[in-house]
């Protein structure tokens, strides 16, 4: 009775957080902001809907099997977000219009691939969104 | 009991962000949102693979999530691979 209800609740709570992915995927106003709601959230809904299948069951076989598409989830999700939004930076996907900051403009040589972190004697900490590009 | 109407529900819920992920993926003006709302289709997958072994208690189905998890993966980071190498740049 008690797995059942636990079965129950993570299914529902995986499918929730799935479906706010889902929305923020469609409603974000840009690439990055996308990639926030869908990386985050999708992980997470995947995972619960895992820990719902390894409560339903509970023989060790398939608990080993819901670890470890959780393990592979929450390994590879940080990387591929992390490639994928590089790759659009690079291709110049606009950003949002009320982006405040954006730390790589100006310094970044999008031929040779090398960033440009100390020239003109610029002072790396300042903080605030009063910078110029 | 409690159970079937949350597998019922997890359908539902889970066929609706299908719908609005491929709504992203058809209308996104750049292709890195067209990856990103592939990617997001293959985790939604996932998690229809695992409300329905909880459905059919066939637990092998589990295999089948593993496997697309690790392709959804291979082919964000080629698409990402490929935007980066390939060269064409917005505005230009």
Same mark, same amino acid.
């Given at each position: @009775?008690? =797995? ?13 957080? @799935?479906? =706010? ?11 990055? +902001?996308? @990639? ?22 509970? +023989?060790?076989?398939? =608990? ?11 390994? +590879? ?57 | #009991? ?5 597998? $019922?529900?997890?359908?539902? &819920? ?20 067209? $990856? $990103?709302?592939?990617?997001?289709? *293959?985790? &939604?997958?996932? /998690? ?5 072994? $909880? *459905? ?8 089948? !999530? #593993?496997?697309? *998890?690790?392709? !959804? ?9 490929? &935007?980066?190498?390939? /060269?064409?740049?917005? /505005?230009?």
């Amino acid at each position: @009775m008690v =797995i059942e209800w636990l079965t129950a609740f993570a299914l529902l709570a995986g499918s929730v957080f @799935m479906l =706010i992915a889902a929305l923020g995927v469609l409603r974000m106003p840009d690439l990055l +902001t996308r @990639m926030h709601a869908t990386t985050k959230a999708g992980v997470l809904g995947a995972g619960l809907t895992m820990v719902a299948v390894a409560v339903h069951f509970g +023989t060790e076989p398939v =608990i080993a099997k819901a670890v470890a598409v959780i393990a592979f989830l929450l390994l +590879t999700a940080p990387v591929a977000a992390h490639a994928i939004g590089r790759a659009g930076y690079f291709m110049g996907v606009p950003l949002w219009e009320n982006t405040q900051v954006d730390e790589l403009k100006g310094r970044y040589d999008e031929k040779t691939h090398t960033l440009a972190s100390s020239d003109e004697g610029e002072s790396a900490e300042s903080d605030g969104p009063a910078r110029e590009g | #009991m409690v159970l079937q109407f949350a597998i $019922v529900v997890s359908y539902l &819920l889970l066929s609706l962000a299908l719908l609005l992920g491929f709504i992203r993926l058809i209308r996104g003006p750049s292709l890195p949102d067209r $990856v $990103v709302a592939l990617e997001l289709l *293959a985790s &939604l997958t996932v /998690g229809f693979i695992a409300v329905s072994v $909880v *459905a059919s208690g066939r637990a092998p189905f589990l295999d089948v !999530a #593993m496997v697309l *998890a690790l392709t !959804a993966f291979l082919a964000a980071l080629g698409f990402a691979r490929y &935007l980066e190498k390939g /060269g064409h740049r917005i /505005g230009d």
